[in-house]
């Protein structure tokens, strides 16, 4: 079966001195069109490494990815930018500030300048057109991070690559987010890795879920079975401080 | 707000001053009253009158002339040679800092042994071995002031590269050249033109030093730090001959400072 995006026993290891960082070990997944991966842990687990991994930020030591079945491993994110999308953590950070926000949406395109699409796309998002004009410091996280998905959508990438795009927005705006994304993925627009230490935040979106503890995917599964049958330990551990949190 | 209102308008007012000492010179054929290289036997170190505004000098030439002519060669000079220094330092630097490797390392040692002697002596031995003139005192000068732009520009290339938007330009598969010139480059200019207008001032101190070691300007050409050098000789009977000069000097070099300082503090609130 050919997946959109597949991973295939990848391994990643940083040395430095004598300290040695296993930060993927092993890590087999893949995604299916219009689905949502989300991928789960604590810091250090690994999983903003695969992130970039996949995007070809990183070289692994081992491994293949595949992007409808034709390999692509060792592609640099110039070549990789032709069918992913990274949507950043800090949304204001991925905007140049001496940029309006048309043109910096119209810079993540390798065609021609189209801005009657921004502005559909702007629309799509849930923003006012006028924004457009502005520049990243005049708007607020939460704009920003739409501008984010819109300027991903305009570039014609098939799957974006989610690192905690929702932890740096406050609660309001990380509501507004998530129901764009729900919206957007019942609608098949949406072909996502989505990358959260937030369990809670992960199972509201995504069709399956994936948890990673030291660089080991220790389970993966549907939304379903992992929040109601976790088979792993840490998944229970994660599992049981969400329920916590949410009281 | 108060504060960013206060400095604007400090940078207004230095601004000012700055557009009349350059128009002055700009103007000097306009405003000045004497030829600045015509000798004068009838009019041998006169003290300050009417006719003469700053007095004469030792061969009877008008000192107000000649400060007004000599600002036009001290402030091109200045000009030119910081201008060319800005341009190859940030090149450089932007080059070391978003590439990295043997050439930045080589080039930032390079640097490294420059800043480890004083510019003056560097600029006086390369003037001397050029044999002086005004083009070998600004390669001399030269030579070690990209040195200042090239660091700061590395160093802010070196955050730059890794903002998300810098990211996000190579996901859409800008080349590096697109990516030096319409981000790095912007976004880095601010803080290296304010060095650069911080650096006119040491610029002037310098040309108008070598000129005054008689490694600078060739006379009669009128300059500032060699219309110092010449006055000095009889500062003590024709003390004015010396004063317009360098009283130019300093207000040029208070005023150029001022005004990067005051840059710099807008910037900074």
């Known amino acids: 079966m050919t997946y959109l995006l597949e991973g295939k026993h990848l391994n990643k290891t940083f040395k430095e001195k004598a300290k040695t960082t296993v930060a993927l070990s092993d890590v087999n997944f893949y995604l299916n069109k219009g689905e949502v991966l989300g991928v789960v842990g604590e810091s250090g687990s690994g999983k903003s490494t695969l992130l970039k991994a996949i995007a070809g930020m990183l070289k692994l030591d081992q491994g ?51 801005p009657e699409r921004v502005r559909e796309l702007v629309q799509l998002v849930g923003l006012e057109e006028e924004l ?10 939460g704009q920003c991070q739409r501008m984010s998905i819109a300027r991903a959508f305009y570039s014609d990438a098939e799957i974006f690559l989610c690192d905690e795009m929702t932890s740096a927005l406050d609660v309001s705006s990380q509501a507004r ?19 959260s230490h937030d369990i809670a935040l992960v199972s509201m979106l995504c069709d399956r879920i994936m948890v990673m503890k030291d660089g080991i995917c220790v389970e993966q599964g549907t939304t379903t ?11 229970k551990v994660l599992l049981e401080s969400a329920e916590r949190q949410n009281i | 707000m108060r504060k960013k209102k206060r400095a604007k308008t400090k940078i207004i007012i230095v601004s000012v ?33 009417a006719e003469y505004p700053l007095g004469t000098d030792n061969l009877g030439r008008c000192v107000f002339s000649r400060v007004l002519y000599g600002g036009r060669t001290t402030i091109a000079a200045t000009f030119l040679l910081v201008l060319i220094s800005f341009a190859v330092g940030t090149i450089i630097g932007i080059l070391c800092g978003y590439y990295g490797g043997f050439v930045d390392k080589l080039l930032m040692r390079v640097a490294d042994v420059l800043l480890a002697f004083p510019q003056m ?15 070998g005192a600004m390669i001399a000068l030269g ?26 330009a190579v996901f859409a598969g800008k080349s590096d050249f697109y990516i030096i010139l319409r ?11 304010t060095q650069a207008l911080t650096t006119i001032g040491t610029t002037m101190i310098g040309l108008s030093g070598l000129s005054f070691l008689g490694l600078g300007v060739v006379p009669p050409t009128p300059e500032w730090g060699s219309m110092i050098a010449e006055a000095r000789a009889y500062i003590q009977i024709a003390p004015w001959a010396i004063m317009g000069p360098a009283a130019a000097t300093i207000i040029t070099i208070i005023l150029f400072n001022y005004l990067g300082d005051a840059v710099m503090d807008y910037r900074e609130i």
């Not at chain 2, 070196?158 to 903002?163: P, R």
């Not at chain 2, 480059?185 to 033109?193: I, K, M, S």
């Open chain 1, 64 to 114: 293949e990815l595949f992007y409808n079945g034709r390999e692509y491993t060792g592609q640099k994110p110039r070549q990789t930018g032709k069918f992913l999308q990274m949507i950043f953590q800090d949304a204001k950070s991925s905007f140049d500030p001496r940029m309006i926000m048309e043109r910096s949406i119209m810079e993540s395109g390798r065609g021609a300048k189209d």
């Open chain 1, 132 to 141: 457009l004009q502005r520049k990243p410091a005049a708007l607020s996280g």
């Open chain 1, 177 to 195: 987010v998530l129901e764009l994304l729900q919206n957007l993925k019942k609608e098949g627009r949406l072909s996502a890795v989505f990358v």
């Open chain 1, 225 to 235: 079975d992992v929040i109601r049958n976790p088979q792993d330990a840490y998944t």
């Open chain 2, 17 to 49: 001053l700055v557009v009349l000492l350059l128009l002055s010179t700009v103007l000097a054929g306009v405003i000045a009253p004497h030829d600045p290289s015509e000798p004068c036997a009838t009019t041998i170190r006169l003290a300050p009158c």
């Open chain 2, 121 to 135: 002596v560097i600029a006086i031995a390369v003037a001397g071995i050029l044999n002086g003139g005004m083009t």
């Open chain 2, 143 to 168: 030579i070690t002031m990209w040195v200042s732009f090239a660091r700061l520009a590395r160093s802010h290339t070196f955050t730059l590269k890794n903002e998300a938007y810098i990211q996000a």
């Open chain 2, 183 to 193: 981000h790095i480059f912007p976004n880095l200019l601010a803080p290296v033109l």
